[in-house]
């Protein structure tokens, strides 16, 4: 008969840790779930757990020998590859206090970012979250972006930004386009890397957008919030 694990040590995760449960809010699973490059191991004491947790063995080495840290690796430096990029933006109200939140995903490499606003609009959290992801992108970067916002996805890729743009930031003859400071700046990053934008259905079960939804929500509801200046100060349109 099989020994039963009890105990579970996390090396690389979203949380490093040792674990007395798989299952649940502060469980292993929790922790590992949907982590590029996870290490963790189970045991049937506490005793082999950290042990192992402890050994320089439980870490894999990089090409240079050293043993990389066991939190979450910083992919602002990464080389231009496959890089994977989750986005996601909301206001508790809208407009109202707001957050954006990325997960970074490139190699066995991933970065989480998230940023919240006292004063916002769900429309410019979705975009900022994509602005921020690939301003810590060196380029040119591979990237394949996914949004669970049509805004953003159909206004790069059916070009209606780029058209935008070309007509001096004007949807129609008579009516500018919304949030043009922002949708500049992303055109930008897209110019300098190769990006794919993908929709994906949000609230539907998948991880990395569940992921981003609670940094976002979190960060809007964080005790330091941010200030949208463009968005105050009425200069989200480029004249």
Known sequence: ???????????????????????GPEGAEEQVRGFAGAIYKGFTTLHEAQQWFESPAARPRSASGRSPSAAVPDVSGALPGRIVVYTDGGCVRNPGPGGYGAVILAGETRNELAQGYRRTTNNRMELMACIAALAVLNAPADVTLHSDSRYVVNGISKGWARKWRANGWMRTKSEAAENADLWAKLLDLCAAHRVRFVWVHGHAGNRENERCDRLATGAAQGPELEVDHAYVRGRTRIA
């Open 1 to 23: 008969m099989r020994s039963q694990k009890k105990y579970y040590a996390v090396v690389r995760g979203c949380r490093p840790g040792i674990y007395s449960a798989w299952y």
